[in-house]
């Protein structure tokens, strides 16, 4: 009896029934227990914009009372006086001098009188409206049209309509730069379709979406910088060619996209593709990549230069996570970050030349060889390591000695025979020294110092390998180990100070 709500929850766990009351369907679930009746007087319709405004930054009565005298804060038995907090108050309250507003969670739902905002509020240029009550873009449409420079807007985690045609596009957007729609069950279509009205945008975010079909951009998102479209189920890596004529984007994230493969078929082996031209940074963590070839194909992408790819199957094929790291590396040539870590030149270095070492004997069986003319290695060499003609260029083709195969890891076999010189002191001999492949620069040094009497901070040392006569390496990172700079039994240690 009386007058019901009927109410779906974002969270399904809460509700109790499909939406059906004694055989009667008064409203749909898309969970059959997903929905609840509640009374009116239970639900909270929310404000308007400026309401949550004025209740947010203190301009309501009831809350000046609070506020207004609110200096102290006790922590325990402390009691803390924040210095200047009245000042800020004051000018928070000056809502015409803001220009950052966020009313995250304050049920703002509409966006109140005509040309309220903009009298009020004239120099606001980023709003966060993220988690509120807001179920159209109407509603985002009516409060972007009253903030004349508007930059930044955050509207994720309101569950929104979008509109299906474009007769809704409003010049509200003009300047807007960043937009923020994650949690808000947009479609790539809508995004299309309200992108109309974006001319300017650079940061686009759209993670936890209903996202599972791409299509092309035509004429939208052209001044596109970042995209992020993690956390929606794409599933194909060939989706992504209809985004990869983007002309200046620079960032993607596909995190937890579900995407298994990466593939650019118009560029051939050591080839760069014309997709993604500008593409600097690639965030695909938390996938289902399990060939090594994805890996080869980034090596295409002319411009980028860092990479997250965590938590992928193909990173389960090599147990070591040097090694891991090393292969990626000397995978892709540009690269200058992986996983948030710097990559240094003696890094990307020790990279090449151990990845040109470990798979040279499989080089040589497929038809590789020292005399140029001889070197034929096979299609599906090349396929599996494009980057080896290149490196074979940087550093020469591997000398026989340096293919041996990987032999069991023995205390012996981890032992460098090393000698050890100080061309600044011609009279001293050079020493022979046996020391683990896996003793740092740093302990190096000390044992350095007790052999030679100097202080260790003051050494500097360096490598002459000796495969590669005339070329030193510095030893320059205290923290690696030997093995890390690629040295082998018979290489000479250059020690200066």
Known sequence: SGIWLGVEWDDPQRGKHDGSYEGTQYFKCRHPKGGSFIRPNKANFGVDFLTAVKDRYGLN?????????????????????????????????????????????????????EEEISRTCANMRH????????????????????????????????????????TFISSAFSKLKILALNQTEITWTEVLLCAQGWPVLEELYLSSNNITVLERPDNVLQTLKLLDLSDNQLLDGNQLHLIAQLPRLEQLILRNTGISSIHFPDAGFGCKTKMFPLLKRLAINNNKISQWSSINELDKLPSLRA??????PFMDTEKNPETLIQLIIAKISQLEVLNNCEILPAERRGAELDYRKIFGKDWLEAGGHWN??????????????????????KYGAPEEGELKGRQPLTLKNQLLTLTIKCPEKPEQKPVEK????????????????RLLKIPGSEL??????????????????????????????????????
């Open 61 to 113: 009565d009831k809350q000046d009372v609070q506020h207004g005298i609110g200096t102290t804060v006790v922590f325990g038995t402390k009691t803390v006086e924040l210095i200047g907090m009245d000042s800020v108050a004051e000018q928070q309250r000056q809502l015409n001098k803001l220009v950052d507003i966020s009313v995250r969670e304050c049920a703002v739902s509409h966006a109140g009188q």
């Open 127 to 166: 709003i966060n409206l993220s988690k509120n009550l807001i179920s159209s873009w109407e509603t985002v449409t009516a409060i972007a049209s009253q903030v004349q420079n508007l930059e930044t807007l955050n509207i994720s985690e309101n569950k929104m309509r979008f509109p299906a045609t474009s």
């Open 372 to 393: 140029p003319e001889k070197n034929k290695p096979s299609e599906e060499f090349l396929a599996a390591h494009p980057r080896y003609p290149a490196l074979c260029l």
């Open 460 to 497: 500097k040392l360096s490598y002459e390998s000796s495969k590669l006569e005339g070329k030193e390496v510095e030893l320059d990172n205290d923290l690696k180990p030997l093995q890390f700079y690629s040295i082998e039994s018979g290489d000479c240690v250059l020690v200066r100070w």
């Open 307 to 312: 990479l997250q790819c965590n938590n992928n």
């Open 434 to 449: 046996k020391l683990p492949e896996s003793m740092t620069i740093q302990k190096v040094k000390g044992l350095l110092y």
